[in-house]
């Protein structure tokens, strides 16, 4: 299984950005998909899950309202829009993928990662 996150860069506060991820290796639509984040100096976080028909979607309190997941199972890509972005939303975003259907914040759970994509948000 290979993950490509995509889709960072350097924005203004308030700005929007979509992240992209891009599987292949195996039926992308029987999974649950994840996104994560790593600040530096920080520990990974949770960020948002996706359940694999994208029917029950998971949000970090932190982006609730802000953020949407969700996925495009016939393209074999998940996304993370993006919206109101803050400087505390810069980090390292990771996407990643479980071996089952079911959507978890447990980063423990899923069994594959992406490589990652930097996201920077100026004040």
């Known amino acids: 299984v290979q993950l490509q996150a995509s889709g960072g860069g350097l924005v203004q506060a308030g700005d929007s950005l979509k992240l992209s991820c891009a599987a292949s290796?195996?039926?992308?639509?029987?999974?649950?998909m994840g996104w994560f984040r790593q600040a530096p100096g920080k520990e990974r976080e949770f960020v948002a899950t996706?359940?694999?028909?994208?029917?029950?979607?998971y949000y970090a309190d932190s982006v609730k309202g802000r953020f949407i997941i969700s996925r495009d199972n016939a393209k074999d890509v998940a996304y993370l829009q993006m919206n109101s972005l803050k400087p505390e939303d810069t980090a390292i975003y990771y996407c990643?993928?479980?071996?089952?259907?079911?959507?978890?914040?447990?980063?423990?759970?899923?069994?594959?990662w992406g490589q990652g994509t930097q996201v920077t948000v100026s004040s």
């Open positions: 996706i359940s694999w028909g994208g029917r029950n979607t």
């Open positions: 990643a993928q479980r071996s089952t259907g079911a959507p978890t914040r447990d980063a423990s759970a899923y069994e594959y």
């Open positions: 290796g195996r039926t992308f639509r029987n999974y649950a």
